[in-house]
T-cell receptor, first 113, second 113 residues
Framework: GENVEQHPSTLSVQEGDSAVIKCTYS??????FPWYKQELGKRPQLIID?????GEKKDQRIAVTLNKTAKHFSLHITETQPEDSAVYFC????????????FGTGTRLLVSP | GAVVSQHPSWVICKSGTSVKIECRSL??????MFWYRQFPKQSLMLMAT?????????EQGVEKDKFLINHASLTLSTLTVTSAHPEDSSFYIC?????????FGPGTRLTVL
């Protein structure tokens, strides 16, 4: 089955800096790669996603890149703000079977003022 | 947009008792729902895939006789934790498919004394 690895596990940056989180996946059939932000005790919130027919997608300060050949994808947050502090999860899903969504291990991002 | 609700939001029970958690899709039909478990400071781990009108599919290592899943309608899936033990204490989150995206419930925090 799919296995998603995520790095780093923690990331501390100063306000205004950029933050990059990287994930790798194992199943070449995976074609949907969402990123979630989760605050303590809350449900995951989708912040951006990318499909395998696209190499890059941007939404204001957030961008995601996908390298299908290397099976890795990355989240880029520019001009970080303290309110960006949270746990971020990458995930991967294929379009076969039940299309299960498998999560990465998570990155705790801390943005200091 | 699509909304998924869960009930209860939190529950405390004694060891050996059973607890039922409901997951509802409020404004759409969900033929497939997913159940995740999240321990503190860890990722969301997929437990099982729930399909309306058929048996659930469990991930490796998840006891199907302990975590009973019923998906009797297109808008309701239930997870029953049977003979709960303290190690079952966790945050349980359901998710429903809407196209290729996923909507998550708010989660249920289970504490077993």
């Amino acid at each position: 089955g799919e296995n998603v690895e995520q790095h780093p596990s923690t990331l501390s940056v100063q306000e205004g800096d950029s933050a990059v989180i990287k994930c790798t996946y194992s199943d070449s059939a995976s074609n949907y790669f969402p990123w979630y932000k989760q605050e303590l005790g809350k449900r995951p919130q989708l912040i951006i996603d990318i499909r395998s027919n696209v190499g890059e997608k941007k939404d204001q300060r957030i961008a995601v890149t996908l390298n299908k050949t290397a099976k890795h994808f990355s989240l880029h947050i520019t001009e970080t703000q303290p309110e960006d502090s949270a746990v971020y999860f990458c995930a991967a899903s294929s379009n076969t079977g039940f299309q299960k969504l498998v999560f990465g291990t998570g990155t705790r991002l801390l943005v200091s003022p | 947009g699509a909304v998924v609700s869960q009930h209860p939001s939190w529950v405390i029970c004694k060891s050996g008792t059973s607890v039922k958690i409901e997951c509802r899709s409020l404004d759409f039909q969900a033929t497939t729902m997913f159940w995740y478990r999240q321990f503190p400071k860890q990722s969301l781990m997929l437990m099982a895939t729930s399909n309306e009108g058929s048996k659930a599919t469990y991930e490796q290592g998840v006891e199907k006789d302990k975590f009973l899943i019923n998906h009797a309608s297109l808008t309701l899936s239930t997870l029953t934790v049977t003979s709960a033990h303290p190690e079952d204490s966790s945050f349980y989150i359901c998710s429903a498919k809407t196209g290729s995206e996923r909507e998550f419930g708010p989660g249920t925090r289970l504490t077993v004394l």
